[in-house]
């Protein structure tokens, strides 16, 4: 992921309100972010628990989302929709986003289901077990990693302009 500073991040935002964005708290670690060990940048809002925030690369910007995680409990564990670990020992929960520009202010929003503590980075540069004989674990690391990039970028593009996701 780019490395971001808190006023990339700050400006970065399509679906907030200035207030909004200048309330919002940065990860209590975002001094020793490691950007190449993230795929995008998320975190619930220490002073706001109703809450969080994803920052997503799209082609070469910073997209940032304001999320809002519910309230409800499902009786199936769910499975995250980004990284699709299903050897998850963490919370999925459901995010929902109001979209940007006039849709979002109209009251539309998209939803998605995404690990609790937004860990889908450290979930897909797990090593995956040996498939069968000749199994390229590394190939099969780098190919998750691309694809959770995708699913990010696709839930951003579908929070810009109402496709993907």
């Known amino acids: 992921m780019i490395p971001l500073t808190e006023q990339s991040i700050r400006s970065s935002f399509v679906n907030a309100s200035r207030k909004e964005v200048s309330d919002l708290a940065l990860p209590a670690d975002f001094a ?13 809002d220490r002073k706001v628990p109703s809450r969080s925030y994803a920052i997503v690369e799209l082609d070469g910007s910073a997209v940032g989302l304001l999320l809002r995680p519910t309230e409800a409990r499902a009786l199936a564990r769910p499975q995250c929709s980004w990284c699709q670990d299903v050897n998850l020992s963490n919370d999925v929960v459901f995010y929902s986003a109001k979209r940007a520009g006039q849709a979002g202010r109209n009251g539309d929003t998209v939803g998605t289901l995404v690990c609790a503590d937004f860990g889908c980075s450290v979930n897909v540069r797990k090593r995956p077990p ?36």
Do not use: C, K, Q
């Open 32 to 44: 020793t972010i490691d950007w190449d060990a993230h795929d995008y940048l998320g975190w619930r």
């Open 130 to 165: 040996m498939a069968y004989i000749g199994f390229d674990v590394e190939a099969a690391r780098e190919e998750r990693m691309a694809v959770l990039r995708e699913r990010a970028r696709s839930f951003a593009l579908s929070v810009l302009h109402g496709v993907g996701a």
